[in-house]
């Protein structure tokens, strides 16, 4: 439904309360007449330095993803953005396309989700088919982004995780770490990089790295947004992201 400012529409966020960077990001891209309005997924700043802890985070992340969804409804947002990734990539009894027919279901609006909103970014680019990842995550949630792509048909040539000690301090990776990473995968193999892990700041450093490199650099948050633009039928191109918000 909109609003006064917000004549075009409104989007619900939603992302975890340790997320700093969805936020800033999404509102950076956000066309004049849309608003982003946030709620957040209740969850602790828990250790994630082995594998046992990363699993226990996955299940405080999910049980409170419907009680953030419900909340946001309240405003009555026109579509639903999920700003958060490890759960819609996490193996279980519902795959991406399982979790947004249960959560559109819940919401009664559009759900976008970003691992549906990755695939859609690089089918844009067209005959992509070996790709390298970055990640926040520790090895058991690189498994899961690896699988995600290869159930997907795609060659993931290099995967790097940061294993980043928490949720919040994903936020803290620096964009020289970052800019390190995307040399650390790529190679003259590589068609296109890609970017997930919503708390790492790499929408500006993609934008940066596709003129280095000269060949597409796609970071989660600008593929999830686009998305949810696209998606609802806003075709605004947007300076400053990369080649995904303005030329496609």
């Known amino acids: 439904m909109p609003d006064a400012l917000a004549p075009r529409l409104k989007f619900g966020v939603i992302a975890p309360a340790t997320n700093t960077i969805v936020q800033p990001e999404f509102d950076a891209m956000r066309p004049r007449g849309i608003t982003n309005q946030m709620a957040r997924v209740v969850i602790p700043d828990s250790p994630v330095g082995t594998e046992s802890e990363f699993v226990a985070m996955m299940g405080q992340v999910r049980s409170n993803?419907?009680?953030?969804?419900?909340?946001?409804?309240?405003?009555?947002?026109?579509?639903?953005?999920?700003?958060?990734?490890?759960?819609?990539?996490?193996?279980?009894?519902?795959?991406?396309?399982?979790?947004?027919?249960?959560?559109?279901?819940?919401?009664?609006?559009?759900?976008?989700?970003?691992?549906?909103?990755?695939?859609?970014?690089?089918?844009?680019?067209?005959?992509?088919?070996?790709?390298?990842?970055?990640?926040?995550?520790?090895?058991?949630?690189?498994?899961?982004?690896?699988?995600?792509?290869?159930?997907?048909g795609f060659e993931v040539v290099n995967l790097?995780?940061?294993?980043?000690?928490?949720?919040?301090?994903?936020?803290?990776?620096?964009?020289?770490?970052?800019?390190?990473?995307?040399?650390?995968?790529?190679?003259?193999?590589?068609?296109?990089?890609?970017?997930?892990?919503?708390?790492?700041?790499?929408?500006?450093?993609?934008?940066?790295?596709?003129r280095w490199l000269g060949k597409p650099v796609l970071a989660v948050n600008t593929c999830t947004y686009w998305h949810a633009l696209r998606s609802t039928g806003i075709e605004d191109k947007i300076e400053g992201f990369g080649s995904l918000l303005i030329e496609h």
């Not at 990734?85 to 609006?109: K, P, S």
């Not at 990776?173 to 970017?195: G, K, M, Y």
């Open 65 to 152: 993803i419907e009680g953030a969804l419900d909340a946001v409804m309240a405003c009555s947002p026109s579509a639903v953005v999920f700003g958060m990734n490890a759960e819609t990539f996490w193996e279980g009894v519902m795959d991406a396309n399982a979790v947004q027919a249960h959560l559109e279901a819940r919401a009664g609006v559009k759900v976008i989700l970003g691992v549906q909103a990755c695939l859609a970014a690089i089918q844009r680019y067209g005959g992509i088919r070996r790709i390298s990842v970055i990640t926040p995550y520790m090895p058991s949630g690189d498994a899961q982004v690896r699988r995600s792509f290869t159930d997907s």
């Open 160 to 210: 790097l995780g940061l294993k980043s000690n928490s949720p919040l301090l994903m936020a803290h990776e620096s964009p020289e770490r970052l800019r390190r990473a995307v040399r650390e995968v790529d190679d003259s193999s590589v068609e296109l990089i890609l970017q997930v892990g919503t708390n790492l700041a790499f929408a500006s450093i993609a934008a940066e790295a596709e």
